[in-house]
């Protein structure tokens, strides 16, 4: 009986046959495994920020999305599969968003114990919290999951009665059109505080703000605001180069000394911006306010801070200006520059000056936390929008009321979508397309089949 045996060119294709469905079966199971996900169009849109992710990032548990919305709208269309199709980029990242679909039309007493009130109106549930949402966007639904997830209620108190700035103002000298409105985005609650009717500074403040005062604090104020501080109260003190009219105290109490005179920045000059404004740039990476920051914060007639070094605060530089600049003493912050300012080796002080410092110390078995700007401005409505001014800001709030889990990274900058052409240019692509290409498929068409007939 005569056997017979794969030829060596048999063994081959059989061995690359098999090796061939293993590395496919092999890949198919990482690809179920460990499924990897790459977004390709223009500007990452199917894709959320970086600090949308940051924010899934802290929601522990589920959250509970109840979609309000008929089968079709008359303006929109299937509209459940536009918020379908949107919620998917938050499953992406966080697999327990629990998506439900509610029709207003037959479920309507529902609807109605819900107090909805829009059709594709969304009920957006978390930690027992819950809120309303009108609007589809990521920037809504990120801020919407922001504030569900503070638990705890954290109010920022202002100091109100002597001409402060307000939080909630709307004057271009107030901060709340675009700096208030923020922290209230974030889940703050705020509110104002005449300390010449509290008895003292509430307990439940996470945050006190203290803006330049136009009339002097009483000093039966002062003697409030001194206590807070010995409690272990957290500050934010944006203060500006005035008199601090009544704060005297309180500088002492911290050991900062705030000599005269405003920042003058030549590298706010080249970037057309008046050489009284102090650019920030580089930021220390250690300090969780700061960290992993890179935009551009613009200070307004900034004043330089300075401290004595003690054993009882812990100090940390935030903001550093003006390397090349210095400090004048000739120029106030209501003043107007006529001619280009010039550096005076009798009465400036060379840069760089430090403008932003953080002090923290254990006290009271707690950890106190203050920021001292020396720019109130950078955050008042008439400067806010320039830079990251409004983030550093908010930063700075979360750190204070320890929220360094919500400190989160800088959305991406828009890029330009638009692509224009010249006439050349739609000229040499239309030839190509229209003549040119026809043309060379006809030629390649041409010499298969000559060669096909000359065989």
């Given at each position: 009986m005569q056997r017979k045996f794969l030829s060596a060119p048999m063994l081959r294709n059989l061995l690359f046959v098999l090796l061939l469905l293993s590395v496919a079966f092999g890949l198919g199971y990482l690809a179920t495994r460990h499924p990897v996900q790459r977004d390709i169009t223009h500007n990452a849109r199917n894709s959320l920020e970086s600090g949308s992710v940051e924010v899934l990032?802290?929601?522990?548990?589920?959250?509970?999305?109840?979609?309000?919305?008929?089968?079709?709208?008359?303006?929109?269309?299937?509209?459940?599969?536009i918020i379908r199709d949107f919620l998917s980029l938050y499953q992406r990242y966080k697999a327990d968003i629990n998506l439900v679909f509610i029709d207003p039309?037959?479920?309507?007493?529902?609807?109605?114990?819900?107090?909805?009130?829009?059709?594709?109106e969304m009920v957006v549930e978390y930690a027992g919290?819950?809120?309303?949402?009108?609007?589809?966007?990521?920037?809504?639904?990120?801020?919407?999951?922001?504030?569900?997830?503070?638990?705890?209620?954290?109010?920022?108190?202002?100091?109100?009665?002597?001409?402060?700035?307000?939080?909630?103002g709307i004057a271009n000298h107030d901060m709340g059109t675009l700096f208030g409105a923020k922290l209230k985005q974030n889940g703050f609650r705020l509110n104002s505080?005449?300390?010449?009717?509290?008895?003292?500074?509430?307990?439940?403040?996470?945050?006190?703000?203290?803006?330049?005062?136009q009339l002097d604090l009483l000093p039966g104020e002062a003697d409030k605001l001194l206590r807070h501080v010995e409690r272990g109260g957290n500050l934010l003190w944006l203060?500006?180069?005035?008199?601090?009219?009544?704060?005297?105290?309180?500088?002492?109490?911290?050991?900062?000394?705030?000599?005269?005179?405003?920042?003058?920045?030549?590298?706010?000059?080249?970037?057309?911006?008046?050489?009284?404004?102090?650019?920030?740039?580089?930021?220390?990476?250690?300090?969780?306010?700061?960290?992993?920051?890179?935009?551009?914060?613009?200070?307004?007639?900034?004043?330089?801070?300075?401290?004595?070094?003690?054993?009882?605060?812990?100090?940390?530089?935030l903001v550093e200006v003006a390397a090349r600049g210095w400090v004048s003493h000739n120029i106030t912050s209501g003043s107007a520059l006529g001619d280009k300012p010039h550096f005076d080796k009798q009465h400036d002080t060379p840069g760089p000056a430090i403008i932003a410092v953080a002090l923290q110390r254990n006290i009271n078995d707690r950890e106190q936390r203050i920021v001292v700007v020396g720019s109130g401005a950078f955050l008042a409505n008439s400067f806010a929008g320039n830079g990251g001014n409004v983030d550093l800001g908010v930063n700075m709030v979360n750190w204070l009321a320890s929220e360094e889990r919500f400190i989160t990274l800088q959305p991406r900058a828009a890029k330009d979508s638009n692509l224009v052409l010249s006439k050349t240019h739609l000229a040499i692509i239309g030839i190509c397309f229209l003549a040119g290409l026809p043309l060379l498929l006809s030629a390649v068409g041409g010499v298969m089949w000559w060669k096909r007939r000359s065989a």
């Open positions: 990032k802290q929601l522990s548990g589920p959250v509970n999305i109840a979609v309000y919305a008929t089968e079709q709208d008359a303006r929109l269309g299937d509209i459940r599969k039309e037959k479920e309507a007493e529902k609807t109605r114990a819900a107090r909805v009130q829009l059709n594709g919290r819950s809120e309303h949402l009108t609007q589809l966007n990521e920037q809504t639904l990120t801020s919407t999951l922001l504030r569900l997830a503070h638990t705890s209620d954290q109010t920022v108190m202002y100091l109100d009665g002597h001409g402060e700035r307000k939080l909630d505080l005449n300390l010449a009717l509290a008895q003292e500074v509430p307990g439940n403040a996470s945050v006190l703000v203290i803006t330049q005062p203060v500006d180069a005035e008199p601090l009219h009544g704060l005297e105290r309180l500088a002492e109490k911290l050991d900062l000394l705030l000599p005269p005179g405003i920042v003058i920045d030549p590298a706010a000059t080249e970037m057309n911006a008046p050489s009284t404004w102090s650019l920030g740039a580089g930021y220390p990476l250690q300090h969780p306010i700061t960290r992993n920051f890179n935009l551009i914060t613009a200070f307004p007639y900034a004043r330089p801070l300075m401290w004595n070094e003690n054993t009882g605060w812990q100090h940390q530089v």
